[in-house]
């Protein structure tokens, strides 16, 4: 039931109300002018002001719920205290005027802050955070067990003493400026002070704390000024927030630390493939700095199962390592090999980031290669040894140590007869030479050459060339390696050629004769006839050649044939010589060169060269020249510019086509556009251009040429989409007119050149994104530092509050300005897209209850398919004025009142009520308002004039701020581009 406080306070009678756990509940004002009590203090509490009899009878009562008889109920007052119970509520007890059951002084009444304090004093005396009470010197009065516990000091020996002694040096000056500035704050302020500092225990550790003091100011006490002046100080231990922190950044360091120093690449990736950290390996193999995996290489996005924007391979949080291994190429041109680790680790919030480690393997990879290719030499080496025609061992001084089957075979030895015999007793019995010299011409390491007949079971002949040569260092025992070659033919055919020569010899006096003949009739003919000897020199020329190489026979007569060509290598007179080898007698050779004069005249000459016998029996070779340079120059001339013209027609990678002008018939196409068109190049010819494209470009292709022909200096560039295979294709196409042929001087070509570019559209439109990424990244991270330093900022106003409580007011509504716009960038942070209006209102509520630690009630009415969005530029403007419509709800509101914010999402905008306990002033009218930094004149400033409004209504008891905005200052979810 309800007290009546009224009543109780008119009596004369001391009046204490407890209720049923013993706990005094209310004390009229008699009570209070007399006795030291105030309401929530316990029975316990309440012994000096009662007496102990009165106490312990009053506790038996109320423990057992009735009176009895040894406490009378509804005595006279003024003989002696009086208890009765309001309708099974609370107790009643009521003293008489003169003290009653008590002996105790006169109360002096305690100023108004000291019963906050006492209250506290009693929650916190037996809570978990240690606490201390001081006097107006600092002394300690009292300490309780926590604080006991976190000193180490026995409660006898910490009271009377000052705490300032438990302070470290370098803190005492900080806690006494404390102090002092608490003295001078007392009479202003009663609010808590918080700090943080450090405290050294009994054992001389230090320990982190953080503390709370509540103070009571001096006030009037019986009358006299200078009242008691108490400290109240809560204290929470952080030593181990302290230790952890630092403990936390010195892991860091130190992961940061293993992280850069890795010989291996290591990256730290997020879910969006956005790289969060790499070192310089990994950059290394990567081919530079990579913001995002999007950026990567086609190989180390395959390598690292990176597909499209997500991961082509699922990876659970906190599984095994995923190995994998690929070629990677690298900038200097080698490829990689490389093998990749991935492991899945879940931050929070269902984020996932991957842990990437790369280790090159190319040098383990190329050794492996270059074994296997050793072995494979080694046995090609032996394949090659067995199947060679030659015969081939080694020898260690005249030992022969390992032969193949072939040399055996030569000297006619049985398989495996000759391994461990002397090398001179093998080659002994058919050498033309003996094999003295042998052993000094391996010591000087020349080659030993030789030759030896061996004769075989059928009695034939066979003829060996031996050469030795050493492969080790000089010694005793010197390695060398013996080669037998068969020359069995050679000496037959040196045979042979001995009988033709004495048979040439013989048929030289009839040949000179012929010859004298023959030259006399080659010096009437046109044609330069020219010969030469075995070693290329020149031995006769007649009048034809003399005239073109414009000279006497005397000055070419013993002169190389070289002598007149021109530079190129591969000239035929340089050629001379191995043409001997390559012409058998009466084969002739036809060939075209150019030949260079004597008076530096060049010219081309078309001519046969045909190998005969001269007049000494020798090979010569005669040469017959025709000047055809003229001709050849103009065909040379010709030719160049049609092949030329036609390697580039064919070698194009774009798709040229070469039609007539006046019937678009085409002329010529290359490989690429006969395959844009889909027809081969024979198939296209005569064919008329328009049909041959694809019909969504023929129906623009006619009226781009007639315009290519109506500007004929110009080149005419067009683009054109087509479908093909599924996927459209993009080609830019450029229209020239070409000159007028040579036989017909009426008719024009039309040459148009078509380049596929759909790729490099494609990539501008890839690069265009990606810029738009890291700008959208970027102003993210702008975002979040412009909250982090607005939030420090705020920090700092609100310590200056504390330094200087004057200023206290205007600096409230600045940090509360600051405090939503913190919250508007906050929002933005992770935030690609526009702010929805109904985050915004959330996060600025938040921010003013947090701020004045009131209720703000938040209703979203409507339709929630109409989503609301809010545009940056408009974002920090409305933040502000919904800011100072919440704060001014607050402030003109009864303390402990809820303000409540209706959200109506509207198809034509949103409506803001925002509704407090309040009256408006009867003259109220907002366009009167001036326009200041804070309050409703902000409000009117901030808003847009044509589609922003704002009403204030006086509804029954309650004030109604209705704020309606509409486009463009915010924006539909389903318009907004």
Same mark, same amino acid.
């Given at each position: 039931?309800?007290?009546?406080?009224?009543?109780?306070?008119?009596?004369?009678?001391?009046?204490?109300?407890?209720?049923?756990?013993?706990?005094?509940?209310?004390?009229?004002?008699?009570?209070?002018?007399?006795?030291?009590?105030?309401?929530?203090?316990?029975?316990?509490?309440?012994?000096?002001?009662?007496?102990?009899?009165?106490?312990?009878?009053?506790?038996?009562?109320?423990?057992?719920?009735?009176?009895?008889?040894?406490?009378?109920?509804?005595?006279?007052?003024?003989?002696?205290?009086?208890?009765?119970?309001?309708?099974?509520?609370?107790?009643?007890?009521?003293?008489?005027?003169?003290?009653?059951?008590?002996?105790?002084?006169?109360?002096?009444?305690?100023?108004?802050?000291?019963?906050?304090?006492?209250?506290?004093?009693?929650?916190?005396?037996?809570?978990?955070?240690?606490?201390? =009470?001081? #006097?107006?010197?600092?002394?300690? %009065?009292?300490? $309780?067990?926590? /604080?006991? +516990? @976190?000193? !180490?000091? *026995?409660?006898?020996?910490?009271?009377?003493?000052?705490?300032?002694?438990?302070?470290?040096?370098?803190?005492?000056?900080?806690?006494?400026?404390?102090?002092?500035?608490?003295?001078?704050?007392?009479?202003?302020?009663?609010?808590?002070?918080?700090?943080?500092?450090?405290?050294?225990?009994?054992?001389?550790?230090?320990?982190?704390?953080?503390?709370?003091?509540?103070?009571?100011?001096?006030?009037?006490?019986?009358?006299?000024?200078?009242?008691?002046?108490?400290?109240?100080?809560?204290?929470?231990?952080?030593?181990?927030?302290?230790?952890?922190?630092?403990?936390?950044?010195?892991?860091?360091?130190?992961?940061?630390?293993?992280?850069?120093?890795?010989?291996?690449?290591?990256? =730290?990736? #997020?879910?969006?493939?956005?790289? %969060?950290?790499? $070192?310089?390996? /990994?950059? +290394? @193999?990567? !081919?530079? *700095?990579?913001?995002?995996?999007?950026?990567?290489?086609?190989?180390?996005?395959?390598?690292?199962?990176?597909?499209?924007?997500?991961?082509?391979?699922?990876?659970?949080?906190?599984?095994?390592?995923?190995?994998?291994?690929?070629?990677?190429?690298?900038?200097?041109?080698?490829?990689?090999?490389?093998?990749?680790?991935?492991?899945?680790?879940?931050?929070?919030?269902?984020?996932?980031?991957?842990?990437?480690?790369?280790?090159?393997?190319?040098?383990?990879?190329?050794?492996?290669?270059?074994?296997?290719?050793?072995?494979?030499?080694?046995?090609?080496?032996?394949?090659?040894?067995?199947?060679?025609?030659?015969?081939?061992?080694?020898?260690?001084?005249?030992?022969?140590?390992?032969?193949?089957?072939?040399?055996?075979?030569? %000297?006619?030895?049985?398989?495996?007869?000759?391994?461990?015999?002397?090398?001179?007793?093998?080659?002994?019995?058919?050498?033309?030479?003996?094999?003295?010299?042998?052993?000094?011409?391996?010591?000087?390491?020349?080659?030993?050459?030789?030759?030896?007949?061996?004769?075989?079971?059928?009695?034939?002949?066979?003829?060996?060339?031996?050469?030795?040569?050493?492969?080790?260092?000089?010694?005793?025992?010197?390695?060398?390696?013996?080669?037998?070659?068969?020359?069995?033919?050679?000496?037959?055919?040196?045979?042979?050629?001995?009988?033709?020569?004495?048979?040439?010899?013989?048929?030289?006096?009839?040949?000179?004769?012929?010859?004298?003949?023959?030259?006399?009739?080659?010096?009437?003919?046109?044609?330069?006839?020219?010969?030469?000897?075995?070693?290329?020199?020149?031995?006769?020329?007649?009048?034809?050649?003399?005239?073109?190489?414009?000279?006497?026979?005397?000055?070419?007569?013993?002169?190389?044939?070289?002598?007149?060509?021109?530079?190129?290598?591969?000239?035929?007179?340089?050629?001379?010589?191995?043409?001997?080898?390559?012409?058998?007698?009466?084969?002739?050779?036809?060939?075209?060169?150019?030949?260079?004069?004597?008076?530096?005249?060049?010219?081309?000459?078309?001519?046969?060269?045909?190998?005969?016998?001269?007049?000494?029996?020798?090979?010569?070779?005669?040469?017959?020249?025709?000047?055809?340079?003229?001709?050849?120059?103009?065909?040379?001339?010709?030719?160049?510019?049609?092949?030329?013209?036609?390697?580039?027609?064919?070698?194009?990678?774009?798709?040229?086509?070469?039609?007539?002008?006046?019937?678009?018939?085409?002329?010529?196409?290359?490989?690429?556009?006969?395959?844009?068109?889909?027809?081969?190049?024979?198939?296209?010819?005569?064919?008329?251009?328009?049909?041959?494209?694809?019909?969504?470009?023929?129906?623009?292709?006619?009226?781009?040429?007639?315009?290519?022909?109506?500007?004929?200096?110009?080149?005419?560039?067009?683009?054109?989409?087509?479908?093909?295979?599924?996927?459209?294709?993009?080609?830019?196409?450029?229209?020239?007119?070409?000159?007028?042929?040579?036989?017909?001087?009426?008719?024009?070509?039309?040459?148009?050149?078509?380049?596929?570019?759909?790729?490099?559209?494609?990539?501008?439109?890839?690069?265009?994104?990606?810029?738009?990424?890291?700008?959208?990244?970027?102003?993210?991270?702008?975002?979040?530092?412009?909250?982090?330093?607005?939030?420090?900022?705020?920090?700092?106003?609100?310590?200056?509050?504390?330094?200087?409580?004057?200023?206290?007011?205007?600096?409230?509504?600045?940090?509360?300005?600051?405090?939503?716009?913190?919250?508007?960038?906050?929002?933005?942070?992770?935030?690609?897209?526009?702010?929805?209006?109904?985050?915004?209102?959330?996060?600025?509520?938040?921010?003013?209850?947090?701020?004045?630690?009131?209720?703000?009630?938040?209703?979203?009415?409507?339709?929630?398919?109409?989503?609301?969005?809010?545009?940056?530029?408009?974002?920090?403007?409305?933040?502000?004025?919904?800011?100072?419509?919440?704060?001014?709800?607050?402030?003109?509101?009864?303390?402990?009142?809820?303000?409540?914010?209706?959200?109506?999402?509207?198809?034509?905008?949103?409506?803001?009520?925002?509704?407090?306990?309040?009256?408006?002033?009867?003259?109220?009218?907002?366009?009167?308002?001036?326009?200041?930094?804070?309050?409703?004149?902000?409000?009117?400033?901030?808003?847009?004039?044509?589609?922003?409004?704002?009403?204030?209504?006086?509804?029954?008891?309650?004030?109604?701020?209705?704020?309606?905005?509409?486009?463009?200052?915010?924006?539909?979810?389903?318009?907004?581009?």
């Amino acid at each position: 039931m309800k007290l009546p406080h009224a009543l109780l306070d008119a009596l004369v009678e001391s009046v204490l109300v407890f209720d049923d756990s013993a706990r005094l509940v209310h004390a009229n004002q008699a009570a209070l002018r007399r006795l030291p009590c105030e309401p929530g203090m316990n029975l316990a509490d309440l012994g000096p002001a009662l007496g102990r009899p009165l106490q312990e009878r009053l506790r038996a009562v109320l423990a057992g719920g009735r009176i009895d008889a040894h406490f009378p109920a509804g005595a006279t007052a003024g003989s002696a205290p009086s208890l009765s119970r309001l309708d099974s509520g609370p107790w009643v007890l009521c003293l008489p005027p003169d003290g009653g059951g008590s002996a105790a002084a006169p109360r002096v009444p305690l100023p108004l802050v000291e019963r906050p304090l006492r209250e506290w004093r009693t929650l916190l005396w037996s809570a978990p955070f240690p606490a201390m =009470l001081q #006097d107006a010197s600092f002394r300690l %009065l009292d300490v $309780n067990d926590a /604080f006991v +516990a @976190l000193t !180490g000091h *026995p409660r006898e020996a910490l009271i009377g003493t000052d705490p300032i002694a438990l302070c470290p040096e370098d803190e005492r000056r900080i806690t006494q400026e404390d102090r002092e500035r608490l003295g001078r704050e007392l009479g202003e302020t009663t609010g808590p002070a918080l700090r943080e500092s450090r405290l050294i225990d009994r054992d001389g550790r230090a320990r982190w704390v953080r503390s709370t003091r509540y103070a009571t100011g001096a006030g009037r006490v019986a009358g006299v000024e200078g009242g008691p002046r108490l400290v109240m100080t809560v204290l929470q231990e952080t030593t181990s927030e302290h230790a952890a922190r630092e403990q936390a950044e010195r892991f860091s360091r130190e992961l940061d630390q293993w992280f850069d120093l890795s010989p291996m690449g290591m990256a =730290l990736f #997020d879910d969006r493939g956005l790289v %969060l950290r790499a $070192n310089q390996g /990994f950059e +290394a @193999l990567a !081919g530079g *700095p990579l913001v995002d995996l999007g950026e990567a290489s086609a190989p180390l996005r395959a390598l690292l199962h990176w597909t499209q924007g997500v991961m082509a391979q699922p990876l659970s949080p906190g599984g095994a390592w995923v190995s994998s291994e690929g070629a990677l190429p690298h900038a200097d041109g080698r490829t990689r090999w490389v093998r990749a680790l991935l492991r899945c680790d879940e931050v929070r919030a269902g984020r996932r980031r991957y842990m990437c480690m790369l280790e090159d393997r190319s040098a383990e990879d190329e050794r492996d290669l270059a074994q296997a290719r050793a072995e494979q030499l080694l046995g090609e080496l032996s394949t090659i040894l067995d199947s060679s025609p030659a015969g081939i061992a080694s020898v260690r001084g005249h030992l022969l140590t390992q032969c193949n089957s072939r040399f055996e075979r030569m %000297l006619g030895l049985a398989p495996g007869a000759a391994v461990g015999r002397d090398i001179r007793a093998l080659l002994a019995g058919g050498a033309q030479e003996p094999l003295d010299r042998l052993d000094a011409v391996l010591d000087r390491g020349e080659l030993y050459e030789t030759e030896v007949v061996v004769q075989d079971e059928d009695g034939a002949l066979h003829w060996y060339a031996v050469t030795i040569r050493r492969t080790g260092p000089a010694g005793r025992t010197p390695l060398a390696i013996v080669v037998l070659s068969e020359i069995t033919r050679l000496k037959t055919q040196q045979a042979e050629l001995a009988h033709l020569a004495r048979e040439h010899e013989r048929m030289a006096g009839v040949l000179g004769q012929q010859a004298d003949r023959t030259r006399a009739v080659l010096d009437s003919v046109l044609v330069g006839i020219v010969t030469a000897d075995e070693r290329g020199r020149i031995s006769w020329l007649n009048r034809s050649a003399r005239r073109m190489f414009s000279g006497d026979l005397g000055d070419f007569m013993g002169q190389p044939l070289h002598a007149v060509a021109t530079d190129e290598a591969d000239h035929p007179f340089r050629r001379t010589v191995p043409l001997f080898g390559e012409l058998r007698d009466g084969e002739a050779l036809q060939f075209e060169c150019r030949v260079q004069a004597r008076d530096a005249r060049t010219f081309w000459v078309v001519g046969n060269a045909v190998a005969t016998l001269g007049l000494q029996g020798g090979r010569e070779m005669t040469f017959a020249l025709m000047d055809i340079d003229q001709r050849r120059q103009a065909e040379a001339r010709i030719a160049e510019a049609q092949a030329s013209l036609q390697r580039i027609i064919e070698a194009a990678p774009m798709a040229i086509t070469v039609c007539d002008a006046a019937t678009l018939r085409v002329l010529q196409l290359n490989r690429a556009a006969a395959a844009l068109c889909g027809v081969s190049a024979a198939e296209a010819a005569g064919r008329s251009l328009v049909q041959l494209h694809p019909p969504v470009a023929g129906a623009s292709l006619q009226s781009d040429i007639d315009e290519a022909l109506a500007h004929p200096q110009v080149v005419t560039p067009r683009e054109y989409h087509l479908e093909r295979g599924g996927r459209t294709e993009v080609w830019d196409a450029r229209f020239l007119l070409l000159a007028r042929t040579e036989d017909r001087s009426d008719q024009h070509q039309l040459l148009m050149v078509s380049t596929d570019v759909t790729t490099q559209r494609a990539a501008q439109r890839a690069e265009l994104e990606a810029a738009i990424a890291r700008r959208e990244m970027l102003v993210q991270e702008v975002h979040h530092r412009i909250k982090n330093n607005l939030q420090g900022v705020a920090g700092l106003m609100q310590q200056a509050v504390v330094r200087y409580p004057q200023v206290q007011p205007i600096i409230a509504e600045v940090v509360g300005q600051v405090q939503a716009i913190a919250q508007v960038y906050g929002l933005q942070v992770g935030n690609t897209g526009l702010l929805a209006v109904r985050n915004v209102i959330e996060a600025i509520a938040q921010s003013v209850q947090r701020t004045f630690g009131r209720t703000i009630e938040l209703t979203v009415a409507g339709d929630p398919g109409w989503r609301w969005l809010l545009p940056e530029a408009e974002s920090i403007p409305i933040a502000l004025a919904l800011n100072e419509l919440f704060t001014n709800a607050v402030k003109h509101s009864p303390a402990g009142a809820v303000v409540v914010c209706r959200l109506w999402l509207e198809p034509d905008g949103v409506r803001v009520e925002i509704d407090n306990p309040g009256r408006l002033p009867a003259d109220f009218r907002l366009d009167r308002r001036p326009a200041t930094v804070s309050g409703l004149g902000l409000v009117s400033a901030l808003l847009p004039r044509r589609s922003a409004s704002l009403a204030f209504t006086q509804q029954e008891d309650r004030v109604v701020a209705a704020l309606r905005l509409a486009p463009p200052v915010v924006r539909r979810a389903d318009a907004t581009p």
